[in-house]
């Protein structure tokens, strides 16, 4: 069974500040990891992959995320907020072979000016 | 990038009536389409997976028979609301696989803008 967990429902950063959203996964085989971002009353707009290969994984608006095998964590970061930034944030996964996205409940993002 | 479109991006509707929505992959061919529905402050709910050419597949709990989809070709799937009722007002957002075209990578999912659907 494939399963996400993002731990927090909100956060909250300075702008300026880095910020890092949580988010782990259980799956029985080789995980496809991506981060997507909604913004309000839109669809999912893809962030960044991980899918094999460097652990640390950059995407789009400057994010990137680091792959966790031992830890099986996909925390999605960025050195620096702003405030552009604030948005709901989902973890998905997929097993590799299968064909659903399974999402992690979302973390809303707020930077504070 | 692979662009998803949906139609329309929002609607009202009677209680009783029934609703079409569609979702268009714009550059791409796509054999599997994603429905989901997103309720407030919630994560996405897959409600079913649709493969070109075939019936769609369903997620427990999700009626098919009020649920109706149809994939009748690569770059277009319906999403049909049959007998609308309150409760089924929601957020539905639809999601395409690339299968061929422009874009190459076979590991991402593209999602629609999402249709706000409101039944009074």
Redesign the interface.
Known sequence: AQSVAQPEDQVNVAEGNPLTVKCTYSVSGNPYLFWYVQYPNRGLQFLLKYITGDNLVKGSYGFEAEFNKSQTSFHLKKPSALVSDSALYFCAVREAGANNLFFGTGTRLTVIP | GAV?S?HPSRVICKSGTSVKIECRSLDFQAT?M?WYRQFPK???M?MA?SNEGSKATYEQGVEKDKFLINHASLTLSTLTVTSAHPEDSS?Y?C?ARISSGVVSSP????????T?LTVT
């Open positions: 998803v949906q599997t994603f919630q994560s996405l897959l997976t957020f957002i999601s590991y991402e999912q593209y999602f629609g803008p999402g706000r």
